[in-house]
């Protein structure tokens, strides 16, 4: 059929199914929870008084959540007058490499009209001055996936591919956030240390596991992205510790109170 051979026709019908399911015809705002981040929105979601949830296997295209931390619920929510569709958890590349699925949230998100997309991640930090907790604006991306998400268009412009106007506005809410590049590297596996060492060599601040191809399937379709990483552990060969997952849900909900803050001022000022 066309929807299993088009990306955007299959979001058009994920999106389609999303309206019957939340009885919202639009939404404004994408919000893709990495790591960490859910308890961020479970703060707003009491605000909201309200909210719709459901798994994402209940639309066309989605699939079943994998990873332990990461969940495959979608939940719709009203935030300060915008519809917020937040993701409670990702599709990820290292789960078997295919990139449609990976851009198929904030694809489906952009038909359903969010014209910002909200991404975050936990990430390892590559610079000293990084503490475990800190969110960090993504100011620019290294894809070291080298796969694209793009289908058909043709060499599109990424100078602007985290959003400058978005960028400033966090940084009003909050001047003392650090920004920093994000590497993303394939996974599942951690870097080593000499990964770290080239990663650094090569620009980046941050390298995590997801968030720069999604960036670059909403930029294409349209929409305004902010990255925002949530800085759970050093990275390899920085502090000679190894590394775990649990280290990494546990910074996250050190962390939720801030980044649910930032996350609810955002909303309030789009
Ligand atoms: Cl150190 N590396 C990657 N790739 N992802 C991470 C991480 C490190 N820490 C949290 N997520």
Wanted: aromatic residues 4%; charged residues 20%.
């Amino acid at each position: 059929t066309a929807s299993a051979s088009d990306p955007s026709e299959e979001a058009r019908a994920a999106a389609a199914r999303l309206a019957e399911l939340t009885g919202v015809r639009q939404h404004d705002v994408a919000l893709v929870l990495g790591s960490g981040w859910v308890p961020a929105v479970d703060r707003m979601s009491e605000d909201a008084g309200g909210h719709v949830e459901f798994d994402n296997t209940e639309l066309p295209g989605f699939r079943a959540a994998g990873v332990a931390g990461h969940s495959g619920k979608i939940r719709s929510l009203e935030v300060s007058g915008k519809r917020v569709l937040a993701f409670l958890g990702r599709t990820h590349y290292y789960e078997s490499r295919d990139v449609r699925a990976v851009a198929h949230g904030v694809r489906t998100a952009a038909a359903a009209g969010c014209r910002v997309t909200v991404l975050t991640n936990a990430c390892g930090g590559l610079r000293a001055d990084m503490n475990v907790g800190d969110p960090v604006l993504i100011s620019d991306s290294i894809n070291l996936t080298w796969a694209t998400p793009l289908v058909g268009a043709r060499f599109v412009d990424l100078t602007d591919l985290y959003s400058k106007r978005l960028r400033a506005l966090m940084l009003e809410i909050d001047p003392s956030l650090a920004e920093g590049v994000y590497a993303q590297f394939p996974g599942p596996q951690y870097e080593t240390p000499a990964e770290v060492r080239m990663a650094r060599t090569l620009g980046a601040d941050l390298v995590g596991m997801s968030t720069v191809l999604e960036a670059i399937a909403a930029h294409a379709e349209g929409s305004e992205v902010l990255g925002i990483s949530l800085v759970t552990n050093l990275a390899a060969g920085i502090t000679g510790e190894p590394l775990n997952h649990e280290e990494v849900l546990a910074a996250g909900k050190a962390a939720a109170t801030r980044a649910g803050g930032l996350l609810a001022e955002l909303l309030a000022r789009l």
